[in-house]
């Protein structure tokens, strides 16, 4: 079973960024997936997430600001953010739960100006 995530980078506050989450080795339709951080010093957080039926959840910290969205097909998990913080930087995960939880191995998003 493989998360890669995909999309990190640097961004100046206010920007947009589209982070992606693929997974091989599951049956991903089955799978709630989520997206989660950990800020320096911080916890680990949830961020957003979307159940297998397409129910999404999110982090009152995101809310307006991130969509969380799935591609079966694809076996890939998307988290969309706009209008960016700085408070928003932090090594950004991928789950998928089921049976079984699985984590991918992160992608640092750094919110600077």
């Known amino acids: 079973v493989q998360l890669v995530e995909s999309g990190g980078g640097l961004v100046q506050p206010g920007g947009s960024l589209r982070l992606s989450c693929t997974a091989s080795?599951?049956?991903?339709?089955?799978?709630?997936m989520g997206w989660y951080r950990q800020a320096p010093g911080k916890q680990r957080e949830v961020v957003a997430t979307?159940?297998?039926?397409?129910?999404?959840d999110y982090a009152d910290s995101v809310k307006g600001r991130f969509s969380i969205s799935r591609d079966n097909d694809r076996g890939t998990v998307y988290l969309q953010m706009n209008s960016l913080k700085p408070e928003d930087t932090a090594v950004y995960y991928c789950?998928?739960?089921?049976?079984?939880?699985?984590w991918g191995k992160g992608t640092l998003v750094t919110v600077s100006s």
């Open positions: 789950s998928a739960r089921w049976i079984y939880s699985y």
């Open positions: 979307i159940g297998s039926g397409g129910t999404r």
């Open positions: 080795g599951i049956l991903f339709s089955s799978y709630a």
